[in-house]
């Protein structure tokens, strides 16, 4: 995005350029990075395909989106976004180059935990949204 660290309220209006997103550090010992794509890819299911929207949520803030690290990351990527690609529906994805990361304020860390739900693989209960 082209603003310095927005605030999460800035972000959510849409008109900053950002992306909504989480990162991830992780032990390439323990696990892949293409792993954890899978991973990503499999916990956002058919909505790689929507532009602009992830679950319930619109907007450009909310674009599905793989913020690579180097060039390996890059190619595995792309590799792995291919496969999905079927027919007739195109992966609204997102693959750039990672830039500054800022950290969401405080109060949005941890969000449904702090909301009393939980967000563990396997849960079923609908996610509730706040404010």
């Keep these: 995005g082209e603003k310095v660290n927005p605030s999460y309220e800035e972000v959510c209006t849409g008109s900053t350029g950002h992306t909504e997103a989480i990162q991830v550090v992780y032990d390439p010992n323990v696990a892949s990075y293409r792993s954890l794509l899978h991973l990503a890819f499999n916990r956002l299911g058919d909505d790689i395909y929507k532009q602009n929207q992830v679950g319930n949520d619109r907007g450009t803030q909310y674009r599905s989106g793989i913020y690579y690290h180097d060039e390996e990351q890059r190619q595995i990527a792309e590799e792995l976004?291919?496969?999905?690609?079927?027919?007739?529906?195109?992966?609204?994805?997102?693959?750039?180059?990672?830039?500054?990361?800022?950290?969401?304020?405080?109060?949005?860390?941890?969000?449904?935990?702090?909301?009393?739900?939980?967000?563990?693989?396997?849960?079923?209960?609908?996610?509730?949204?706040?404010?």
Excluded: M, P
């Design 81 to 131: 976004l291919e496969s999905y690609a079927v027919a007739d529906r195109e992966v609204f994805t997102e693959v750039k180059e990672a830039k500054i990361f800022y950290t969401a304020e405080d109060y949005h860390q941890q969000y449904l935990l702090k909301g009393g739900q939980s967000a563990k693989k396997g849960a079923n209960e609908s996610i509730r949204c706040y404010g």
